[in-house]
C-alpha cells in the first residue's frame, strides 16, 4: 500500500519535473522566435536609424574636407567654433562670438512660444473634443488628426500665401479698414511662431485629449457640490487629471518645433535662422560637416534633457498614484 | 431669440461639462488648421497667375501640371519609393509587433521600444544630416553605394514606427481565445498564425501600410539630404519649385499631393474602425 503509494509519488514528480522540462523548453523556443521576430525591426533602425547618430559624434571631433565631408584628423575645432571665432591675423586668438547662440536662443524662445500657444489653444480644444457626445467624438477625432498626416511643407507653404504682404489676411484686413498699410508678418519671428504652431497643434491635442477622455465627471460634480467655481473645477480638478496628457503634448510640440527646418526656412526667410537651418547650412553651402554634426548634437542633448524631464515627470506621477 | 439664449444661458448653468470659451477656442482651432489649405486649394483653381486674387474657374494649372515631364518623373519616384518602403516596413513591423505584443514583459522589451521609437525622439534634421553622414562614410571608405537604395532604405527605417502603431493596437485589441481553440484542435503554430492570427490581424497590417505610405510620400526633410541627382520626388520638386517663386502650379500638385494622403488617412480611418 504504502509502497505503491511511494510509486506513484514517485512518478507524479518525474511527471512535474518532465512538465517543467518542457515548459522550460517552450520558453526558450519562444524567446528565440520572439527575437527573430524583432530582429529585423532592430537591425533596419538599428544600422540606419541608430548607429549613424554615432557617426556624426566621430565627425564632430574632425575637420573639414575641402569639398565636403571630413579630414580624418582630430580637432575640438567644431565645438570651440560654437562659442569663438579665430582672429584673422592670428589663429591663436580666439574673439568670443555669439551668432550661434543666438541661433540656440532664438530657436529655444520660439518653440517655448509656440508650445505655450498650443497649449493654450490646444487645451480647450482636446476638452471641447472629449465632451462632445461619444458618437460624434470620432469625427471630432478625425478633423484635428487629419491635418497632421498631411504634407508639413505643403501646409507651411499655404501659411505663407494667406501671410503675404499680398496675401489673404492683409486683404481682408485692408478691407475691413482694420490698417491702412500691409502688415509686414512674413519673414518675421512672429511668422515661424505662428507657423510652429500651425505645424505641431495636432501634437499638443491628442495626448491631452486621450487622458480628458479618461476623466470621470463625478469628480466635477463632487467639486461643484462643493461649491466650486467653474474656474476652481478647472484648474483643481481636470487639469491636474489631464496632467500626464498635457506633458506629453508640451514635449511632442517642443521636440520638433526646437528642431524645425521647413517653417523657418518658408516663414523666417533669410534672417531668422533656426537650429534646423543651422545645420542645414554647414551640410550644404558652407561645407562644414564637423560643425554641422557638433551643432546637431548640441541639439540632441537639448532633446534628451526634454526626454528626461518627461520621464522624470511621468514616473514620479505613477508612483504617486501608488501611494 | 432673447428667450433661446436665456434658456441656453440655463441649461450651460446645468451642464458639468461646460466651461466658457472652450467651444469657440476649439473651432477657432479648426479653422486655423484648416483655413490656409482651403485656401491653397481654391486658388490651384483659379484662371490668374495670382494665388490671391480669385478671377475665374479653371483647371489650366492642374492640365500644366500633368503635361510638366519633371513632374511626371517626380510623381513617379515619390510612388515607387513609397510603395517599396511601405512593403519592406511593413513586413517588418508586423514581426515586430508580434514579438512584442500579448507577452509578459521580458528582458530587453524596453530597449526594443526604444529602437522602434527612434524617429519619435531624434529631430528630423538630426536624422537627415545623420544618414547622409554614414552614406558618405560608406561611399567613400568602404565603397559601398545603393544609389536608389539609400532613399528606399533611409524611408523604410523611419517608416517602421507608422507601420508598427495600429499593427500593435489591432494585435492588442485580438483575444487570444481563437489561437488557443486552434492549438487546442492540434494546429501547428504555424498553422495558427497563417489560418487564425494573420487574417484577424489584416486590417492593422493594412492601416500599418496606409500611415507607412504616408509618411513616405510627404516626406522632405530626410530626402533632401540623401536623395542623388535625379531622384526628385514630388515635394522635393514642391520645395524647389517654392523657393524659384510661387505660383498657381505649385497650389495645383500641392492639392493632388494633399489629396493622396487624405485618401489614404480616410482608408486608414476606416479600415482600423472596422
Not at chain 2, 110 to 119: E, G, H, S
Not at chain 2, 217 to 243: H, K, M, Q, S
Amino acid at each position: 500500500m504504502s509502497q505503491s503509494a511511494g510509486i506513484s509519488l514517485e512518478l507524479a514528480d518525474a511527471g512535474r519535473a518532465g512538465a517543467t522540462e518542457i515548459l522550460a523548453e517552450q520558453e526558450k523556443l519562444l524567446r528565440r522566435r520572439r527575437w527573430l521576430l524583432l530582429s529585423p525591426a532592430l537591425v533596419a533602425i538599428g544600422v540606419f536609424g541608430i548607429f549613424p547618430l554615432f557617426i556624426i559624434v566621430i565627425y564632430s571631433f574632425l575637420t573639414p574636407g575641402e569639398y565636403a565631408g571630413v579630414n580624418w584628423t582630430f580637432s575640438t575645432d567644431a565645438y570651440v567654433q560654437f562659442l569663438f571665432e579665430r582672429d584673422i591675423f592670428d589663429e591663436a586668438t580666439l574673439i568670443f562670438n555669439s551668432d550661434y547662440l543666438e541661433i540656440y536662443l532664438r530657436s529655444f524662445l520660439l518653440a517655448v512660444y509656440s508650445t505655450v500657444a498650443a497649449l493654450i489653444f490646444g487645451f480647450p480644444a482636446a476638452y471641447f473634443m472629449a465632451t462632445r457626445p461619444p458618437e460624434t467624438r470620432n469625427l471630432w477625432v478625425f478633423l484635428f488628426t487629419l491635418p497632421f498626416w498631411t504634407n508639413l511643407l505643403i501646409r507651411t507653404y499655404s501659411m505663407l500665401i494667406i501671410i503675404r504682404d499680398e496675401g489673404i489676411v492683409n486683404m481682408v484686413l485692408l478691407w475691413l479698414g482694420v490698417i491702412d498699410r500691409p502688415l509686414v508678418i512674413l519673414y518675421t519671428d512672429f511668422a515661424v511662431a505662428l507657423g510652429l504652431l500651425y505645424s505641431y497643434l495636432p501634437f499638443m491635442v491628442l495626448p491631452i485629449y486621450a487622458s480628458l477622455e479618461k476623466v470621470d465627471f463625478r469628480l466635477v460634480e463632487a467639486g461643484y457640490d462643493l461649491y466650486a467655481s467653474r474656474f476652481r473645477v478647472l484648474r483643481r480638478i481636470i487639469v491636474p487629471l489631464a496632467k500626464p496628457g498635457i506633458v506629453a503634448g508640451c514635449i511632442l510640440v517642443f521636440i520638433p518645433a526646437l528642431g524645425a527646418f521647413i517653417t523657418p526656412m518658408l516663414l523666417g526667410g533669410g534672417k531668422n535662422l533656426m537650429i534646423g537651418n543651422l545645420i542645414s547650412l554647414q551640410f550644404g553651402g558652407s561645407r562644414n560637416w564637423p560643425f554641422g554634426s557638433a551643432a546637431a548634437l548640441i541639439l540632441m542633448a537639448f532633446v534628451m534633457i526634454a526626454l528626461m524631464f518627461y520621464v522624470r515627470t511621468t514616473t514620479r506621477e505613477r508612483r504617486h498614484l501608488h501611494g | 431669440m432673447a428667450d433661446v439664449a436665456i434658456r441656453r444661458r440655463a441649461q450651460r448653468r446645468l451642464d458639468l461639462r461646460y466651461q466658457p470659451g472652450f467651444s469657440t477656442l476649439a473651432i477657432l482651432c479648426l479653422v486655423m488648421l484648416y483655413a490656409p489649405i482651403i485656401v491653397l486649394i481654391v486658388f490651384s483653381f483659379n484662371d490668374n497667375r495670382s494665388v490671391s486674387v480669385w478671377t475665374e474657374f479653371s483647371s489650366d494649372w492642374y492640365v500644366a501640371a500633368f503635361r510638366n515631364e519633371e513632374i511626371r518623373a517626380a510623381a513617379w519616384i515619390s510612388l515607387k519609393l513609397a510603395g517599396i518602403a511601405t512593403v519592406v516596413s511593413t513586413v517588418i513591423a508586423t514581426a515586430a509587433a508580434l514579438a512584442t505584443t500579448r507577452t509578459r514583459a521580458y528582458r530587453g522589451i524596453t530597449a526594443a521600444y526604444l529602437v522602434i521609437n527612434q524617429p519619435l525622439v531624434v529631430p528630423e534634421i538630426v536624422t537627415a544630416i545623420a544618414t547622409l553622414s554614414f552614406f558618405a562614410l560608406l561611399r567613400s571608405e568602404a565603397g559601398i553605394y545603393f544609389g536608389f537604395g539609400n532613399l528606399v532604405l533611409a524611408h523604410t527605417v523611419f517608416c517602421i514606427l507608422f507601420a508598427y502603431m495600429p499593427i500593435r493596437a489591432r494585435l492588442e485589441d485580438m483575444d487570444l481565445t481563437l489561437e488557443q481553440a486552434a492549438a487546442d484542435l492540434y494546429a501547428t503554430p504555424w498553422q495558427t498564425f497563417r489560418r487564425i492570427t494573420l487574417p484577424l490581424l489584416v486590417p492593422g497590417i493594412a492601416a500599418g501600410a496606409m500611415l507607412a505610405f504616408i509618411v513616405s510620400f510627404d516626406d522632405v526633410i530626410i530626402t533632401v539630404f540623401v536623395a542623388g541627382p535625379g531622384e526628385t520626388t514630388l515635394p522635393i520638386y514642391i520645395y524647389g519649385a517654392i523657393r524659384r517663386g510661387i505660383t498657381p502650379e505649385i497650389n495645383a500638385i500641392s492639392t493632388v499631393v494633399l489629396a493622396v494622403s487624405v485618401l489614404f488617412v480616410t482608408l486608414f480611418y476606416f479600415i482600423s474602425r472596422r
